[in-house]
């Protein structure tokens, strides 16, 4: 049961069922690579935890998920819109939004709306579904309990939590998607150096008709301060009924991350709502820290780390499991492409400098989010943070060829090697369509409307062009997103970003994009 089918080994086992390993195991699923997931829990969690970001959304609408997004999504707060309140029937004390420019950025910045949202669960359920759909295989109950790698291939042993029946797996590649106490991070050597708590913090779950009471949690996320208790109400679900607050603050709380009574949970939630009346049913209340680390290498050989096992943050700012399933998305294209010979294995280098600046962004604004909640200020002025943290990251490795070492203002909304191709609204007969359509699940050559000497240059990759119907006849369309001329072209990565710009049309440009895919590609 547990052990592969001899001579056809897994190309990659993901230890981890949570939204990281699941999302990391759909994409590799949807790119045709053999993938089993192992998790010593019996199910899913139930209890909806981290949300999604616009990005999050983004991947899985890449991988033909939107019908499904269209069914789980609804409509939460705009980022960083926030309001205090006395109490949830209480007096509104404060409403803070980000600055104009931001807002309108978060607004166009995507296909998905930047109100969109879905929780960890939903996210964990579509990944599963989706990953077995598309020939995944998950294992519940299954511990990885040893595991080494030499050139060739993983060998992890593997133990059934109900039986003790032990087995072994083998893989080209193991990824350790395990969580912030990763056995696969311990195993292989991969400290967590010296991690910075930020706060001690209580999170409660519940199920309350809070929704009519709240009004306003449908367009901010929700503060409240009274001399009873400090926290947060945010809700979990379209319907109202479904909440979660982070018990931030209450007289007599401990210095250290100490569990709540019952009894103790429900007399804070009621604090904060203001109405003792209303019936609550409690979930569960966790007792944690909020805990910042990075661990001293994401990559060991042919085993990789990812979201919480590669760097810990607390859900201030909203990015932690978002930053990890970008992480795979970021992993998946680059091993299918070693796998399947389009690549050289150098290209694998790539994964942790760029995951690195990616999870720093986010870090860094989840720690100063948990600096603005202690002085009681309002996080709007981090708006940039958050948009950096979120997607507009830059990235610098091998799989980039770079023009210069200049870092992009978040605003700045032209093609940058490096960064995630901009997002535009293109005509495409009555159907919307986004500039990221165009590029798919593996390299895309985009040309702009006078590019059409372009669509001959590539054997080896997908080439689009922006055509003048699609611009409504307006080519700046494309000179503005793309920062070239109307006949230059962009190279993108199977992840949607910006690998090499050429700026006009060259003399012979299918040697130029051969020469840019072998050294992207870690052909030399």
């Given at each position: ?17 949570g939204p ?8 590799l699923?949807?790119?045709?690579v ?9 199910s ?6 981290a ?9 899985f ?9 269209d ?9 960083l ?6 109490s ?6 404060h409403?803070?939004a980000?600055p ?14 930047s ?10 359920r ?12 998950v294992?519940?109950?299954?511990e ?34 395990d969580g912030?106490?990763?056995g ?6 991969m ?8 706060a001690?913090l ?5 199920r ?24 947060t ?17 209450y007289p007599g ?59 810990l ?6 990015l ?7 992480d795979?998305?970021?992993?998946a294209?680059?091993l299918?492409a070693?796998?399947?010979?389009r ?12 995951r ?41 490795s091998a ?57 001959e ?17 307006d080519?700046?369309?494309f ?16 992840d949607g ?20 895919l ?7």
């Amino acid at each position: 049961m547990i052990n592969a089918k001899p001579g056809e080994p897994y190309e990659v086992v993901v230890v981890g069922a949570g939204p990281v390993g699941l999302s990391t195991a759909l994409f590799l699923a949807d790119r045709g690579v053999r993938v089993l997931v192992v998790d010593r829990r019996d199910s899913l969690s139930v209890t909806p935890r981290a949300s999604t970001s616009q990005r999050t959304l983004e991947l899985f609408r890449s991988v033909g998920l939107g019908a499904s997004l269209d069914r789980m999504t609804w409509d939460g707060p705009r980022p960083l819109r926030t309001l205090v309140k006395d109490s949830a029937v209480g007096a509104v004390l404060h409403r803070a939004a980000p600055p104009e420019p931001y807002a309108r950025r978060l607004d166009t910045c995507g296909p998905v709306g930047s109100r969109r949202v879905m929780t960890q669960y939903e996210v964990q359920r579509i990944a599963l579904d989706e990953l077995r759909r598309r020939g995944g295989q998950v294992r519940f109950g299954v511990e990885l309990v040893d595991a080494t790698a030499d050139a060739e291939a993983v060998r992890a042993r593997v133990t059934s939590v109900d039986t003790g029946r032990s087995g072994e797996l083998v893989s080209r590649y193991l990824v350790g998607a395990d969580g912030a106490r990763s056995g696969v991070r311990k195993l292989f050597g991969m400290d967590m150096p010296a991690p910075r708590v930020a706060a001690r913090l209580n999170t409660a779950f519940f199920r309350a008709e809070l929704g009519r009471l709240l009004p306003e949690s449908s367009t901010y996320a929700c503060f409240v301060r009274n001399e009873h208790v400090q926290c947060t109400l945010f809700a979990k679900g379209a319907a109202g009924d479904r909440w979660s607050s982070h018990i931030i603050a209450y007289p007599g709380k401990p210095d250290r991350a100490t569990p709540l009574t019952p009894e103790r949970t429900l007399g804070l939630l009621r604090a904060a709502i203001g109405d003792d009346t209303l019936p609550i049913d409690l979930t569960a209340c966790d007792a944690w820290e909020a805990t910042f680390g990075t661990a001293s290498a994401f990559r060991r050989g042919r085993v990789f780390l990812a979201g919480d096992a590669a760097h810990l943050q607390s859900s201030a700012g909203g990015l932690g499991m978002n930053t990890g399933i970008q992480d795979g998305h970021n992993l998946a294209w680059k091993l299918a492409a070693v796998l399947r010979g389009r690549a050289e294995a150098a290209l694998l280098d790539s994964y942790e400098p760029e995951r690195r600046i990616a999870a720093e962004a986010s870090l860094a604004l989840s720690y100063r989010m948990h600096d603005a909640y202690r002085a009681q200020q309002h996080p709007t002025e981090l708006a940039a943070d958050y948009l950096r943290g979120m997607m507009f990251y830059r990235y610098t490795s091998a799989a980039v060829l770079a023009e210069d070492d200049t870092e992009p203002d978040v605003l700045d909304d032209r093609a940058t090697p490096g960064r995630r191709l901009p997002h535009r609204w293109l005509t495409d007969g009555d159907a919307g369509l986004s500039t990221l359509d165009l590029v798919g699940t593996d390299w895309t050559l985009l040309a702009g409307p006078r590019g059409t000497t372009w669509l001959e240059a590539g054997d080896d990759l997908r080439v689009r062009q922006v055509t003048t119907a699609m611009v409504d006849g307006d080519e700046s369309v494309f000179t503005d997103l793309a920062g070239a001329e109307p006949d230059g072209a962009l190279l993108v990565r199977p992840d949607g970003f910006v690998a090499w710009r050429s700026p006009r049309l060259p003399e012979d440009p299918g040697g130029a994009v051969r020469r840019a895919l072998r050294t992207l590609c870690g052909h030399g």
